[in-house]
């Protein structure tokens, strides 16, 4: 485990640090960390939303169930087949399978996706599909499954109960959970929102402190997007919170995280998210990129499905195909000096830099 390297006071101050100079020593450092513990490749996953069906009722997420006025979308195999032949050809190492929580995505349907995905392909493959049975995962894993992503959004319980209804009697405590994924075998990786309404400056501290804790592979942290359908996005309920205490979800604050989260785990694997990418479609990428992260997860759904899954509203990237995002993310890597990592890109523990 890596102790983080930071004190619970600094990484309050620099969430609290507003100064444009100071901030610019938070920035040089995190680039040094990613630079020297995963090197100046920029690894490539490619994202296939399999399904916007959720049983669940997350306060945040425009997938909750009960949002009856979206278009509900579910692929076949064989269109999950032909996007991991669309990655390979397009170079990816990583191929990520992400949905809502859908159970029509069974144990057998899962098993039997993974098992032609690495019978053609030298992909790896990333799952995340939610809360899933023990059965399930172990399942997933003896096919091949390679990662398993679950964000934890928030190490408030009282805020995250809030947010996160449970399902019927099913609790899933998230934060042990992941640890005990990987001990079947998994790679894991989970994050958090930054600014959902509730979320203050001390609870974003425990969050940055328990990605080091819990010695995450792979951090994926983005700004909360207000979504009208949603409880959290209408301003339904009162979080409770003063003014001063309440985690502005800004930009700034989302380099911050990333540059904290790099410094606490150096070898972690951390995107620049499309959810960053939405706050600022400019550049946000590339500033993502040059405060920390070292991953970016372009977006291989069929066209015709991808304004579906809509987690939050006005996503970027939803009407450009795979080729052009692909063209427009080399084009802005290559820019930066960086360069686009091959190979599956897994998180390395230790060893030479490439
Ligand atoms: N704004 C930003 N991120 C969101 N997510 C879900 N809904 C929203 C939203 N409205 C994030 C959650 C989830 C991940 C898949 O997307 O952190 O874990
Ligand atoms: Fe999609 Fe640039 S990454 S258009």
């Given at each position: 485990m890596n102790t983080a390297c930071l004190t619970r006071d600094e990484i309050l101050a620099w969430l609290r640090q507003d100064d444009p100079a100071k901030l610019d020593d938070l920035w040089r450092r995190a680039d040094a960390a990613r630079r020297s513990a995963v090197g100046n490749a920029v690894h490539l996953r490619g994202l296939i939303e399999v399904s916007n069906h959720c049983i669940r009722r997350c306060g945040y997420c425009g997938l909750r169930a009960g949002h009856s006025e979206l278009e509900r979308y579910r692929l076949t195999s064989d269109e999950v087949i032909g996007c991991a032949r669309h990655a390979v050809k397009l170079g990816y190492g990583t191929v990520v399978l992400q949905a809502g929580e859908?159970?029509?995505?069974?144990q057998d349907w899962v098993v039997n996706v993974i098992t032609r995905i690495k019978r053609e392909t030298a992909l790896a493959v990333t799952l995340?599909?939610?809360?899933?049975s023990w059965h399930e995962l172990l399942a997933w894993k003896k096919a091949g499954a390679d990662r398993y992503l679950l964000r934890f959004e928030t190490s408030d319980p009282e805020l995250y109960r809030k947010i996160h209804p449970p399902h019927g009697r099913r609790k899933c405590d998230r934060a042990r959970f992941l640890p005990a994924l990987r001990e079947i075998g998994y790679e894991i990786g989970s994050g958090v929102m930054i600014g959902?309404?509730?979320?203050?400056y001390s609870t974003l501290v425990n969050d940055i402190l328990r990605f080091s804790e819990m010695d995450l592979d792979m951090i994926g942290v983005g700004p909360w997007l207000a979504h009208p359908a949603t409880p959290l996005g209408r301003g339904?309920?009162?979080?409770?919170?003063s003014v001063a205490e309440q985690v502005p979800a800004s930009e700034l604050m989302v380099y911050k995280v990333v540059a904290l989260a790099r410094l606490v785990c150096p070898h972690a694997n951390i995107p620049s998210t499309t959810a960053l990418a939405t706050l600022n479609r400019k550049n946000g990428r590339e500033l993502g990129l040059q405060r920390g992260a070292n991953v970016f997860m372009p977006n291989l759904t069929p066209l015709k499905y991808r304004s579906l899954y809509e987690i939050y509203p006005a996503k970027a990237c939803i009407y450009e195909t795979a080729d052009s995002c692909h063209a427009c993310l080399q084009h802005r890597i290559a820019k930066m000096g960086r360069h686009v990592g091959s190979g599956p890109g897994g998180r390395r523990r230790c060893g030479a830099v490439a």
């Open positions: 859908d159970p029509v995505l069974t995340s599909l939610g809360e899933r959902i309404p509730g979320q203050t339904d309920w009162d979080p409770a919170v």
